[in-house]
T-cell receptor
Framework: KQEVTQIPAALSVPEGENLVLNCSFT??????LQWFRQDPGKGLTSLLL?????REQTSGRLNASLDKSSGRSTLYIAASQPGDSATYLC?????????????FGTGTRLKVLA | ETGVTQTPRHLVMGMTNKKSLKCEQH?????MYWYKQSAKKPLELMFV???????ENNSVPSRFSPECPNSSHLFLHLHTLQPEDSALYLC???????????FGPGTRLTVL
């Protein structure tokens, strides 16, 4: 059974720091992995999608990497800003034929201090 | 704005009520999803539709009944819910089942 874990559960950093959020999954048979951010009481905003054949994706100050064999993905945020404060979620889509299951982690709650 | 809207944004209902949640996407996508987000638990996938056909039903109780009349609209019909069904219900869409998902703002449901 696929399990997705995000460590740490919460993180506070001063503005301007570079930081790394971690996502690990137990079954490497995934179709893709997606990173989201969620602001309190709101829906999810898609940040980056990495297909299983890719190693990384970049968008602005964000870089996500994927190592399927070790069951890990990292989200790197450069030069963090107070506006980056949110909960960051990763989700994997299982590669099981005939199924379209997405498994989410419990998230990392990030606070960037001004 | 992600192009996915949900109504109502907040809903309070008794256990004997019948209500419906509505989701509409303006992105021309072919796949739509319902998720449940409860406090302190990971997001749970409930239903997946592709080209108006249900392709995934994640062991959801029958008191939740989805409907997808066309590729732009998705409903979740609620009937005789329990207090533990109180949660944020999120709708998402994607171009197809292989692409990134775009989420709506959610409906905050409280069952009394």
């Amino acid at each position: 059974k696929q399990e997705v874990t995000q460590i740490p559960a919460a993180l506070s950093v001063p503005e301007g720091e570079n930081l790394v959020l971690n996502c690990s999954f137990t079954d490497s048979a995934i179709y893709n992995l997606q990173w989201f951010r969620q602001d309190p009481g709101k829906g999810l905003t898609s940040l980056l999608l990495i297909q299983s054949s890719q190693r990384e994706q970049t968008s602005g100050r964000l870089n996500a990497s994927l190592d399927k064999s070790s069951g890990r993905s990292t989200l790197y945020i450069a030069a963090s800003q107070p506006g980056d404060s949110a909960t960051y979620l990763c989700a994997v889509r299982l590669a099981t034929s005939g199924t379209y299951k997405y498994i989410f982690g419990t998230g990392t709650r990030l606070k960037v201090l001004a | 704005e992600t192009g996915v809207t949900q109504t109502p944004r907040h809903l309070v209902m008794g256990m004997t009520n019948k209500k419906s949640l509505k989701c509409e996407q303006h992105l021309g996508h072919n796949a739509m999803y319902w998720y449940k987000q409860s406090a302190k638990k990971p997001l749970e996938l409930m239903f997946v539709y592709s080209l108006e056909e249900r392709v995934e039903n994640n062991s959801v109780p029958s008191r939740f009944s989805p409907e997808c009349p066309n590729s732009s609209h998705l409903f979740l019909h609620l009937h005789t819910l329990q207090p533990e069904d109180s949660a944020l219900y999120l709708c998402a869409s994607s171009q197809d089942l292989a692409n990134e998902q775009f989420f709506g703002p959610g409906t905050r449901l409280t069952v009394l």
